[in-house]
């Protein structure tokens, strides 16, 4: 059936039967509507979070692909941002509190569960996926060895399962980050702290013994545009500025604002911030620290250099134009380094079955409420967080966003009042039946515990554990059997 | 987060709830959030005002505010700190 038919026959003969009161339990109760989150990352979790505050009577199943909790607060949230990461303390209290909320992990939308089951199990369904890959320069010699994507270091770093076979060789001197977000901000940085810097964060014992023998001297970040132009936020690009072990070093003439910029600085206070902090660092006298970064504006790489692993990157000099935009000069320059990060953007992917717009790679929706290739809503779908609007803003532009999307879901719920009568228990027997090796929150909490308590030992806020297997080990998840049996 | 908690005249950020991500910043429509290493010499009174606001006794109230663990579950706390209530009121065109 297409999705066009779908709603067709959902409004007109109601194939879900429509009820004008919510259907009764055995027990004479209202059934409440269940819902499903796919993806417990902030924007999920601020949607569970406003779906309670405005309803009552909802249950929510929130899926995840790891059997962790947290997404990109747990695993891109930089580890020496631990302030930032303490908002789990709020999104774990739907867990913590409602037994009408559910965390099924180590479950992966697409291949252990499709769309086709959740649409049948629930009255709806909300993506909250995240963008899960991340865009590449394009450029002749972005494979070569010590070339790599930000977030294939983010993912390391922060002990991230999926890169639990991979090793960084810090013993080099010269590194060049590309990209003008925060997430190069956060890789320069992290290139950049002292080894006890690091050790007061939550990353693996191995990653702290690869910042350990890390010979990094110089740090060179490159940004395409001006410094108006770039998306750093003040607060993380004020963290560049501050570091200890690292001068920051940054050519007069190339924290270049043009007239138009300064009209777009006159009303954005952000802008201001940034523009006068990168002034004042760039007049200010080196203090001769261990480290430095540089921040290079007005920059495009055009050629990794090197022939069997990178010994440089080719600069090409840009100009700035009127409309934001930048244009090339000709003007060649090659910068020396050992290793180079791409980090000019995560990209969410397509979800099986589910629509995606290849150009915005986002899902289309209108408010929250996905849309179909002919615009029209898919029924009972929506989205939220990176997989909506991209990947911009922080922690706390999910909020706002959730509240929308949760908004469009009540009053469309509100309007439907069918109620398709899945129960609690035959989604979970859905996942046995399949062998799938689903996780809860109480297995969870064996995890937190046997890792913060491994912090306790070191005087770190918590030692993460880097791989799956043993993540699942140290859950007491392997009485299989018992396990994730929150139901209600 | 939910660490902005209305007073009677003013809006407070919860220091210990905050997680400095920073979305207020922008969201705020009047621009009156600043992160607190851009605040200008002449608002730096408020730091110390507004941590006062949750662990000072305010006028008609009984105990400090605290950390409560979200501001929407308060709603409006109905005082100010002494240096809020002393602001005139302005006039307002509707």
Redesign the interface.
Same mark, same amino acid.
């Given at each position: 059936m297409s999705r066009n038919k779908s709603i067709v026959t959902n409004n007109a003969n109601g194939s879900a039967t429509p009820f004008s009161e919510p259907p009764r339990e055995a027990d004479g109760r209202a059934r409440s509507a269940r819902l499903a989150v796919v993806g417990a990352g902030p924007a999920g979790l601020y949607a569970v979070e406003s779906l309670l505050?405005s309803a009552s009577g909802v249950s929510v199943d929130v899926f995840d692909r790891l059997p962790t909790p947290y997404g990109l607060v747990r695993y891109g949230i930089a580890p020496d941002?631990q302030?930032?990461?303490? =908002?789990t303390? =709020?999104l774990r209290?739907a867990f913590d509190r409602e037994s009408k909320v559910r965390f099924i992990g180590n479950v992966c939308f697409g291949v252990d569960i499709s769309r086709t089951d959740l649409v049948k199990h629930y009255d709806a369904v909300i993506y909250a996926t995240g963008a899960q890959a991340e865009r590449r320069l394009g450029i002749p010699g972005e494979d070569l060895p010590g070339s790599y994507g930000a977030k294939q270091f983010v993912d390391w770093y922060n002990g991230h399962p999926d890169a639990a076979d991979r090793n960084f060789h810090l013993n080099v001197r010269q590194v060049a980050v590309v990209g003008a977000g925060n997430v190069a901000l956060d890789v320069a940085r992290m290139l950049i702290r002292s080894p006890d810097e690091i050790a007061s964060t939550d990353v693996p014992d191995r990653v702290l013994d690869t910042f350990r023998n890390s010979q990094i001297t110089d740090v060179h970040l490159i940004a395409r545009r001006g410094p108006v132009q770039a998306k750093f936020?003040?607060?993380e690009l004020?963290g560049i500025g501050d570091l200890v072990n690292a001068d920051v070093v940054i050519r007069p003439e190339e924290v270049l604002v043009t007239d138009d910029d300064e009209i777009r600085i006159s009303s954005n206070?952000?802008l201001r911030?940034n523009v006068a902090m990168l002034r004042e660092w760039a007049r200010r006298p080196l203090q001769g620290k261990a480290r430095r970064i540089h921040i290079r504006f007005l920059r495009r790489p055009v050629r990794i250099l090197g022939d069997n692993r990178v010994e440089g990157v080719l600069l090409e000099s840009n100009e700035q134009l009127a409309n934001e935009q930048v244009r090339g000069t000709g003007s060649l320059e090659a910068l020396k380094v050992d290793m180079i990060f791409r980090s000019v953007g995560y990209q969410a992917l397509r979800l099986p079955d589910v629509p995606f717009d290849e150009a915005r790679s986002i899902i289309p929706h209108h408010q929250g409420r996905v849309l179909d290739e002919n615009g029209r809503s898919t029924d009972r779908e929506y989205v939220t967080g990176w997989a909506k609007r991209g990947p911009s803003?922080? =922690?706390?532009?999910n909020?706002?966003d959730s509240a929308e999307t949760v908004c469009s879901l009540l009053a469309d719920l509100a309007a439907r009042g069918a109620y398709n009568g899945s129960k609690p228990e035959q989604i979970l027997t859905l996942l046995s039946n399949r062998r799938v090796d689903y996780t809860n929150w109480a297995n969870w909490l064996q995890l937190d515990d046997h890792e913060t308590e491994l912090g306790r030992r070191q005087g770190r806020p918590r030692v993460k554990i880097p791989d799956l297997r043993s993540m699942l080990e140290l859950s007491h998840h392997s009485n299989a059997s018992g396990s994730a049996d929150k139901t209600d | 987060m939910d660490c902005i908690y209305e007073g009677a005249r003013a809006l407070y950020i919860q220091p210990d709830e905050c997680i400095d991500c920073g979305a207020c910043v922008p969201a705020c429509p009047v621009e009156a959030i600043y992160h607190q290493d851009d605040l200008p010499e002449s608002l730096h009174r408020h730091v110390k005002d507004n941590e006062d606001f949750f662990t000072q006794t305010l006028p008609g109230k009984s105990e400090p505010l605290h950390s409560p663990g979200g501001a929407k579950r308060i709603g409006r706390f109905g005082a100010d700190t002494p240096l809020v209530a002393s602001y005139p009121y302005q006039e307002v065109e509707t």
């Open positions: 505050e941002n302030k930032m990461k303490s =908002v303390r =709020v209290n936020t003040p607060v004020r206070r952000e911030t803003g922080t =922690v706390g532009t909020r706002s | -």
